[in-house]
């Protein structure tokens, strides 16, 4: 798996008791999670249909620097599977794995559409590939 997001954590991405809050490593890792769908099916109308188990093992503090790795298992007619591990650069030790998600492929009215992908690929999208609101 590779790991090519990092995120700094910051004061404002702390809870109570001083470390990352669990909300906020969610909400970056569907980010990335999504943008990596978006790229593997060359479609920017790409939604979050489940999060399996997220298993946290550790924590981060501010100032820690964690990696997001992304990796692609499985391709439905509609849909792709992703897997996810998230760790601390700094001390090398994992925060949590998350061993399924998956995101729907959809048309310009929302419907679930065959992606026809069966692979991983790295397709790059221009910025002209992104919908224009009319």
């Known amino acids: 798996m590779n790991f090519h997001t990092r995120k700094w954590v910051k004061p404002e991405d702390?809870?109570?008791n001083g470390s990352?809050?669990?909300?906020?490593?969610?909400?970056?890792?569907?980010?990335?999670?999504?943008?990596?769908?978006?790229?593997?099916l060359g479609n920017p109308?790409?939604?979050?249909?489940f999060?399996?188990?997220?298993?946290?093992v550790s924590s981060a503090k501010q100032g820690d620097i964690i990696e997001l790795g992304i990796t692609a298992t499985e391709f439905g007619k509609t849909s792709i599977t992703l897997t996810c591990q998230v760790r601390n650069k700094i001390t090398r030790k994992?925060?949590?794995?998350i061993d399924k998600l998956v995101f729907v492929n959809l048309d310009e009215n929302?419907?679930?559409?065959?992606?026809?992908?069966?692979?991983?690929t790295y397709a790059y999208m221009s910025i002209n590939d992104l919908p224009t609101k009319d």
Do not use: C, M
């Open 14 to 16: 702390l809870n109570p």
């Open 20 to 40: 990352l809050f669990g909300g906020t490593l969610l909400r970056w890792i569907d980010e990335e999670a999504v943008i990596y769908a978006i790229v593997q």
């Open 45 to 49: 109308h790409v939604v979050t249909k």
């Open 51 to 56: 999060i399996s188990e997220i298993n946290f």
């Open 94 to 97: 994992p925060i949590l794995s």
């Open 110 to 120: 929302g419907t679930p559409t065959p992606h026809g992908k069966t692979e991983i």
